[in-house]
């Protein structure tokens, strides 16, 4: 019980913010891939 605690005390301070940012760079950077690629 001790461990399973102290894992979500971990995973809890992981920065959400900078997590949801990552994934908006990769978001942004997919849909310029997308972009750039020609439409047939």
């Known amino acids: 019980m001790g461990g399973q605690t102290f894992q979500s005390k971990k995973a809890h301070r992981l920065p959400i ?3 949801f940012a990552n994934l ?3 978001l942004a950077c ?3 891939w997308l972009d750039d690629k020609p439409r047939e």
Do not use: G, S, V
Request: proline share 0%; hydrophobic share 35%.
């Open 30 to 32: 997919l849909r310029r």
């Open 17 to 19: 913010c900078k997590l």
């Open 24 to 26: 908006c760079a990769t």
